[in-house]
Nanobody, 125 residues
Framework: QVQLVESGGGSVQAGGSLRLSCAAF????????MGWFRQAPGKKREAVAR????????SYTDFVKGRFTISQDNAKNTLYLQMNSLKPEDTAMYYC??????????????????RGQGTQVTVSS
């Protein structure tokens, strides 16, 4: 089992920055994929970014490219999402997710096996 705990959300003005953290506990040594997805009220879940823990390869959804950066600190079992140039449309609950199976490379981030409780990000104009 893996537990994921997000932190770092909050309220900022447009153009501001936030850094989200996701601490992983439990059987973390076998995690292969980690990522972030978000969901705004009344909207579908959206993948944001992912990282593969073996080689650090990252990928981003188009609407965050150049603004968000996903990274990992393996020593601390922590995943990060640095969010810059935030826009009001980035307002959502942000979730951390993880999966063990290498097939997760082809799995949408919201469908990863484990997810946290989420942290709210609110961007005002």
């Amino acid at each position: 089992q893996v537990q994921l705990v997000e932190s770092g959300g909050g309220s900022v003005q447009a153009g501001g920055s936030l850094r989200l953290s996701c601490a992983a506990f439990g059987y973390t040594s076998s995690i292969y994929c980690m990522g972030w997805f978000r969901q705004a009220p009344g909207k579908k879940r959206e993948a944001v970014a992912r990282i593969y823990t073996d080689d650090g390869t990252t990928s981003y959804t188009d609407f965050v490219k150049g603004r968000f950066t996903i990274s990992q600190d393996n020593a601390k079992n922590t995943l990060y999402l640095q969010m810059n140039s935030l826009k009001p449309e980035d307002t959502a609950m942000y979730y951390c997710a993880a999966d063990f199976d290498t097939r997760c490379r082809r799995t949408p981030i919201p469908e990863f096996r484990y997810r946290g409780q989420g942290t709210q990000v609110t961007v005002s104009s």
